[in-house]
């Protein structure tokens, strides 16, 4: 295989029992030191109402991201369009590119990311878009990046979008199954596997579908179907520092998605404590998202990830990594880096 480029998806944990706002700022650190470190690409996902991240609004943390380094692309990972006018979202991030030209990503996806109380609020004063919106949506959006020019009997054929005179950014669909493959092929858009979302494998035909149905959208486009893999992934010194530094993040999910209580991120050991006090079935859950990230030593998660990007034939992989310690965080980035590049 090909060299891997790595990259990073990065939801602004809140790390060392600090404030969101000094959850942004570390961001902005560890995105400088990802620059550093040649990570290829920095996105920045988006949730709301929701303690432990503080990434709501990724266009402006891109903003800065960008402004902060010099090389590594910059995105969103990703815009959750259902919340958005296109039309919006594509001067947004033309006005990005047009700061920052040839680095900019804009990835979309169709989950709310966060609770149904949010999504009510972020409509507000209408009602929240259904799940049937999301094609027309990205339809839309797809043109107004591409400056297409709609038919004239179309709402916005007499529409521009601006910025104009610049480069477009790229175009991403995110997805954790094979949900999205259809729009992202049919469009000819880039693909986003997630697969630090949920625990149940997924299958190499999810890739292989994506490509042979993809059809590029422009001239200058990808012809081959660009894709990607996302995985959760934590590196140290040893497998069971690893492991005890996935416990925060594990923990968290065992309530955000059985029992729907989104807190902070605890320090490791009280999480370890808090879950024998769980259920079984609870426990059972504990384990099993755990063992769904990768941990272990730098060379031990080299050869996961590398496993990871032969089954599925892909060239890139975005890492994700919370725990409670900026620190450990920003030094497992460093670890794997340094395990890529040895």
Not at 66 to 91: D, F, R
Not at 289 to 314: F, H, M, W
Request: hydrophobic content about 35%.
């Amino acid at each position: 295989m090909a060299n891997i480029n790595l990259s990073i998806v990065d939801q602004s944990p809140v790390h060392d029992g600090k404030n969101q706002a000094d959850a942004l700022n570390d961001s902005i650190k560890l995105a400088k030191l990802a620059d550093e470190l040649n990570y290829h690409r920095y996105w920045i996902a988006e949730h709301h109402s929701t303690p432990a991240y503080a990434s709501s609004a990724p266009e402006i943390v891109i903003g800065q991201i960008a402004a902060n380094t010099k090389q590594i692309k910059v995105g969103s990972g990703g815009v959750m369009l259902s919340h958005y006018s296109p039309y919006k979202v594509a001067e947004v991030f033309k006005t990005l590119e047009a700061f920052h030209p040839g680095r900019i990503d804009l990835g979309v996806g169709r989950a709310p990311g966060g609770s149904e109380a949010s999504s009510i609020a972020l409509a507000y004063p209408h009602n929240p878009l259904a799940s049937d919106h999301y094609p027309r949506q990205l339809e839309a959006l797809t043109a107004f990046i591409d400056d297409y020019q709609f038919a004239n009997q179309h709402p916005f054929s007499d529409l521009t979008t601006t910025p104009m005179g610049g480069s477009s950014p790229a175009l991403w669909t995110l997805g954790s199954s094979d949900g999205s493959i259809d729009l992202a092929a049919s469009m000819g858009l880039g693909f986003v596997l997630a697969l630090f979302i949920g625990t149940h494998e997924r299958s190499a035909d999810i890739i292989k579908r994506y490509r042979k149905l993809y059809r590029p959208r422009t001239e200058s486009a990808s012809q081959s179907g660009p894709a990607i893999i996302a995985s959760a992934a934590i590196a140290a010194e040893t497998k069971e520092e690893a492991e005890l530094l996935a416990a925060s993040h594990t923990y968290w999910k065992v309530l955000a998605f059985r029992h729907g209580i989104r807190e902070e991120v605890k320090p490791p050991e009280t999480c370890l404590d808090l879950m024998k006090k769980l259920s079984p079935s609870d426990q059972a859950y504990f384990h099993e998202t755990r063992d769904s990230i990768i941990t272990g030593t730098p060379s031990e998660c080299r050869a996961k990830l590398e496993e990871q990007a032969n089954y599925y034939d892909v060239d890139e992989v975005m890492v994700v990594a919370v725990t409670h310690s900026f620190e450990k965080r920003c030094d497992s980035y460093r670890k794997l880096a340094q395990a890529f590049n040895s």
